[in-house]
């Protein structure tokens, strides 16, 4: 796998087809209206699941339907990849949000709606009228404050009790990642290549200027100890000082080590013990120490990571995109192929209690699936 003149002319092809093939799909009519790549979260004995047009609540020891909604189908879209489409109704990518009573979703056209998780009784939708400039990364909610980025680059801090604007800040950018909130300090990585610190008590930017990588981010930053880590669809991964904004070291395909990566890193990174596992699309994970950037093994999975891993007790959980589902040691960083469900999964996996969560796309199922044994305890069809 050393890298050499061929497997790098390679790479800038199948990026630069992949980024043709979603500039089309944003502008078709069918591309961004059949499925998005939502998550589930897991609340108080309950389990959210979000799909085109539908949010459900279920068991989550049986996933019997608690309750089940239909989100009203928008009839306009200002959203900045939908060409000015209205087909791109009520899909979406955002995971829910639980918080005080409240499940909220966001829509890629741009509403975010507050479900009571009670009675599944919609509270409220913000904007009331008209839409906010599309919506693909999370949500995060912190104080009474809830913090999104719009497709169409700002970035918004939201009082969710009167849904009242605090503040917004325009980065002038395509948003598709999810921030990430540390302290007072709220991190947005956008499509145009930069990643943004932002003051949560003012909405100004805390850094001289963003720092600057040499391709898209689409994956949230990564916050630890004082450290924001970031994948980038140039092949690289960056630890970022959180206070200044400088560089401190990078992992990429330029880098001396015996495995590089040879495609995007569109997951967002775990970071476990001062280790980080990056799932990249050429399909390995690439395991490298937080403190220097030095790796440390890369682990071949035989297909594409785009869904993001989870931690379960000492094993990280990866799920390439044709449905295999891996454990990777963290004591020993081998891996173990635990279940394959030959279905498309690129949404983020989830993990209580044992179990994990995983929402297949295409064939949209939400499995709740054994961690250590493989076996699936039940499934919900969610289409």
Same mark, same amino acid.
């Not at 596992?277 to 297909?303: C, H, K, Q, W």
């Given at each position: ?90 899909? /979406?990518? &955002?995971? %829910? *949000?639980?918080? +005080? =009573?409240? #499940? ?7 509403? $975010? !709606? @507050? ?101 898209? /981010?689409? &994956?949230? %930053? *990564?916050?630890? +100890? =004082?450290? #924001? ?7 690289? $991964? !960056? @630890? ?144």
């Amino acid at each position: 796998m050393k890298k050499n003149k061929n497997v790098i002319i390679k790479a800038i092809i199948l990026a630069a087809v992949l980024i043709i093939a979603l500039l089309s799909a944003s502008c078709s009519s069918t591309a961004y209206t059949n499925f998005g790549w939502s998550g589930s979260v897991v609340d108080d004995g309950t389990i959210y699941v979000a799909s085109q047009g539908k949010l459900a609540a279920l068991q989550k020891n049986n996933g019997s339907v608690i309750w089940q909604r239909e989100i009203e189908k928008d009839t306009a879209t200002s959203s900045a990849l939908s060409c000015g489409m209205s087909s791109a109704a009520s899909v /979406i990518y &955002a995971n %829910p *949000v639980v918080y +005080n =009573g409240v #499940v909220y979703v966001a829509t890629y056209s741009g509403k $975010i !709606y @507050a479900y009571s998780t009670a009675s599944g009784n919609l509270l409220w939708k913000y904007p009331n009228e008209g839409y906010v400039q599309g919506i693909i990364g999370g949500l995060i909610i912190d104080n009474g404050a809830m913090y999104f980025a719009a497709v169409g680059g700002t970035v918004t801090a939201l009082n969710i009790e009167t849904q009242q604007v605090i503040w917004q800040y325009d980065t002038k950018d395509t948003l598709w990642a999810s921030p990430c909130l540390n302290g007072d300090t709220l991190y947005i990585a956008s499509y145009d290549k930069r990643l943004f610190a932002i003051d949560i008590n003012s909405g100004d930017l805390k850094w001289t200027q963003p720092f600057k990588t040499n391709g898209p /981010i689409v &994956a949230a %930053p *990564v916050c630890d +100890n =004082g450290i #924001v880590y970031i994948g980038s669809l140039d092949r690289g $991964i !960056y @630890a970022i000082d959180s206070e200044n904004g400088e560089l401190i070291w990078k992992f990429s395909a330029d880098s001396d080590a015996e495995y590089t990566p040879r495609n995007w890193f569109w997951a967002t990174p775990l970071v476990v013990d001062g280790v980080i596992y990056a799932p990249n699309m050429d399909g390995f994970v690439y395991i490298v120490n937080s403190s220097d950037g030095r790796l440390i093994t890369a682990l071949e999975l035989n297909n594409a990571v785009s869904s993001n891993p989870v931690l379960f007790e000492d094993k990280v959980i990866v799920s390439t995109q044709n449905g295999d589902l891996y454990s990777i040691n963290t004591a020993n960083n081998t891996k173990f192929l635990f279940k394959s469900l030959d279905l498309t999964v690129q949404s983020s996996l989830s993990v209580d209690d044992g179990i994990i969560y995983v929402h297949t796309i295409k064939a949209e199922y939400l499995y709740a699936i054994n961690g250590n044994s493989g076996v699936v305890v039940w499934y919900y069809d969610v289409g």
